[in-house]
């Protein structure tokens, strides 16, 4: 069992960044492959960015590939999302999830509640 707590969202214009963050409890979060996923309002949720256990290697969306990067720490139990060159198509509820596989939704087991990005133009 994990427990995820996303911070890092608010509201910023277009052009900007923002900084995800992802805690987990437990001393097995090294063990996790994590993923950034998100939703928008009247979406469904879609696929963002996974990373491997180690965190050397990552994949990422299309639609975010360039802009965003993963990244993990193990010794902290966090996970990361550096999100750059925003614009209003990011806007979205982005969750973090654990012990996943692949891009899909359903293959991962763990999930946090999720933090509000909103991107102005």
């Known amino acids: 069992q994990v427990q995820l707590v996303e911070s890092g969202g608010g509201l910023v214009q277009a052009g900007g960044s923002l900084r995800l963050s992802c805690a987990a409890s437990?001393?097995?979060?090294?063990?996790?492959?994590m993923g950034w996923f998100r939703q928008a309002p009247g979406n469904e949720r879609e696929f963002v960015a996974r990373?491997?256990?180690?965190?050397?290697?990552?994949y990422y969306a299309d639609s975010v590939k360039g802009r965003f990067t993963i990244s993990r720490d193990n010794a902290a139990n966090t996970m990361y999302l550096q999100m750059n060159s925003l614009n209003p198509e990011d806007t979205a509820v982005y969750y973090c999830?654990?012990?996943?596989?692949?891009?899909?939704?359903?293959?991962?087991?763990?999930w946090g509640q999720g933090t509000q990005v909103t991107v102005s133009s």
């Open positions: 999830a654990a012990q996943g596989v692949g891009e899909s939704e359903s293959g991962y087991a763990y």
């Open positions: 437990g001393r097995t979060f090294s063990l996790y492959t």
């Open positions: 990373i491997s256990r180690s965190g050397s290697s990552t």
